[in-house]
């Protein structure tokens, strides 16, 4: 696997070649390729290609990604006579950089993780491209300064404790994944997507962004649907070619939705002649139908489609392996699937392509829709002007109940339908957490976590604020960390055409509706392939599965998994409730009603029994589940 890191060392004395193994544990193959520069107490490095350095090897760049403007950035830099070896990505990136200082990324057109080593101006500079492809972990001690592309590199270090951080712990249990900067370790933290971080040898520090995509959202162009289809035609043709790979085949992942649909016909329609294959994945007797969907749609485009299906034999066959790769605790069971299809796809592929981020982009969610919206007693009580709110009924308010009145006040802050859509979508409400996790309780407060977005105010309609949140969460650290991730652990290079920088500008500069009937989801996209794929594919709507594999939990080989859970460090350290574990597995229909919050917690004690309890290995983890949790 490719990536990035670096560590700065507290003095020249103390130098330990830390850095080799960070490297060995992001490539999870010692004999790859690597090259690592050192400058006093510094060293930098990359896996699996080659640092680049300026004309006078004065500062030094290490570079993970794509740029997909190369050419334009590589003439820019000729016409300012700058003189380059190569068309090299790194070596554009040394020479952008030293000509136009970070306002360089700005001007890259792409998804990378990036550092700079400037000497001469006495820092390192990090940068995380806008939508967050590629996740960048940074910590910063007394003594250490310590930066990769993946969690478990910082952690080979030996320096940074592996003690899990309790908020993080709370947050994970909210939102089943760990959003934006917030990681599982304590003290380590990701860098932001659109954002740079740089560190100082004085050991001052500062993070800035470079990319903001909620000042789009205050120019509201209203075209004709019609319009915006044809707009974003030609946007999905630039978006996919710039993508497309020399010389090799190509596969398409497609799902049943229809962003995977659309994302395959544009694969298709500008590879010319070129050798398109499709993969599909559904868990039996669950989601077949998107499989047999997946099928029209390939049959649709002439391409050949290979499937298979997950059975309850050998869903949690790669489970420890796949928590591995993640680096973070993700309680999504599709990422069982994400896997399957990688291994699918990488025996016959080398490079896929996907839908991801159409759903979030174009509102192809039924999440998003007033017909699953629930809106609370609270906020319709807030739609109450302030004034009168202030004034007379939180006073009479406080008279009856005291702690009603102070939340009351304290949502009068949030936006109270932007509060309803992040407490509806939480995979734990705070009243259950109390029973599962007493010790993480209250730990994480999603009035205050939404008050970390700023820009949120930029953006009036309803609807655009949740595709917003969205993006700078859900898709960001949940959807496509798994795929990035499971598909480079596979020897895969993935790309999805939404996730284009001027496609996703245009897209939050259109002016969005107050709110969204269910017929009305991924509109544009309909219009869009209205001639391409039947009626069938292109109205079929998302299927929300809230209770997808509950019934698995009944399979002999995996109820003996869950029933090991009461055994587990999650249980013996007491941040799960032992009590409400043994009560819940005791129980058949507890068993299936709560198999969400089960299956997130077997996902954290995978990840305690690789990340905390035992040290850091150099390759992955060759055990099954079993083992794991009995040994």
């Known amino acids: 696997m490719k990536g990035i890191a670096g560590i700065v060392y507290p003095d020249v004395y103390q130098v330990d070649h830390l850095i080799f193994p960070m490297l060995d544990v992001i490539q999870d193959n010692p004999n790859t390729q690597r090259d690592v520069h050192s400058f006093n107490n510094i060293q930098i490095g990359v896996s699996e290609s080659k640092l680049a350095f300026n004309e006078k090897k004065t500062i030094v760049c290490g570079f993970h990604g794509n740029i997909f403007n190369a050419r334009e950035l590589y003439q820019n830099l000729i016409n300012s006579g700058h003189h380059l070896a190569s068309n090299n990505h790194a ?34 500079l990090l940068a995380r491209d806008r939508i967050g492809k590629y996740p960048l972990y940074w910590f910063h001690d007394n003594n250490h300064f310590i930066f990769g592309s993946q969690l478990k590199a910082l952690l080979s270090t030996g320096v940074i404790p592996q003690a899990p951080a309790a908020d993080a712990l709370a947050t994970y249990f909210y939102f089943g994944f760990m959003p934006q900067d917030i990681t599982p370790i304590k003290k380590v933290n990701k860098l932001l997507p659109g954002h740079f971080l740089q560190y100082n040898f004085n050991q001052s520090k500062t993070i800035e962004p470079f990319w903001s995509y909620s000042s789009f959202f205050e120019q509201q162009i209203r075209k004709h649907n019609n319009t915006i289809a044809k707009d974003l035609d030609q946007l999905l043709i630039t978006s996919t070619k710039k993508r497309l790979p020399e010389g090799n085949d190509i596969g398409c992942l497609i799902s049943g939705g229809l962003g995977s649909a659309t994302a395959a016909y544009y694969t298709k329609k500008v590879s010319g002649n070129r050798n398109i294959q499709s993969f599909s994945l559904g868990f039996k007797e669950h989601n077949e139908e998107d499989v047999e969907v997946a099928n029209a749609v390939s049959n649709c485009l002439g391409i050949n489609n290979q499937s298979c299906l997950i059975t309850k034999d050998n869903f949690l066959k790669n489970i420890v392996q796949i928590v591995w790769h993640l680096d973070e605790p993700v309680a999504d069971p599709n990422i069982v699937a994400t896997w399957s299809l990688a291994d699918l ?62 939340r009351l006040l304290k949502q009068l802050r949030t936006n109270p339908w932007q509060f309803d859509y992040l407490t509806q979508n939480s995979l734990f409400e705070d009243r259950i957490l109390k029973k599962v996790a007493p010790k993480l309780s209250g730990l994480f407060d999603p009035e205050v976590f939404l008050h970390k977005f700023h820009n949120l105010s930029r953006i009036k309609s309803t609807l655009a604020s949740f595709m917003y949140f969205d993006v700078k969460t859900r898709l960001a650290d949940c959807y496509i960390l798994q795929y990035e991730r499971l598909m480079q652990a596979n020897g895969l290079v993935w790309n999805s055409p939404f996730l284009d920088q001027q496609l996703i500008e245009f897209l939050a500069s259109l002016a969005d509706p107050e709110q969204l009937d269910a017929d009305e989801t991924a509109k544009f996209l309909k219009t869009l392939m209205k001639d391409v794929f039947p009626k069938s594919i292109v109205e079929r709507q998302k299927v929300t599965r809230p209770h997808l594999l509950s019934d698995w939990i009944e399979h002999p080989s995996i109820l003996e998994v869950f029933q090991n859970l009461r055994y587990g460090t999650l249980v013996e350290t007491g941040i799960i409730s032992e009590e409400w574990l043994e009560k819940v597995l005791t129980s058949k229909e507890e068993r299936k009603r709560s198999f969400r919050y089960l299956w997130s917690i077997l996902i954290l004690e995978i990840w305690f029994q690789l990340f905390i309890n035992q040290p850091i290995t150099y390759t992955h983890p060759k055990i099954s589940i079993q083992e794991l949790l009995v040994k």
Do not use: C
């Open 91 to 124: 070596e554009i990136l040394v020479h952008a950089y030293e000509l136009w200082g970070h306002k360089f990324l700005e001007k890259i057109d792409g998804d990378f993780s990036i550092v700079i080593l400037d000497p001469s101006k006495e820092r390192i």
């Open 345 to 406: 796809a990488s025996k016959n592929v080398n490079n896929v392509f996907s839908g991801m981020g159409s759903d979030e982009l174009l509102a192809g969610h039924n999440r998003y829709t007033k017909q699953e919206q629930q809106v609370g007693y609270l906020t319709r009580l807030l739609q109450v002007p302030k004034p009168i709110i202030n004034q007379f009924l939180v006073p009479l308010i406080n008279k009856a109940h005291k702690p009603f009145a102070l």
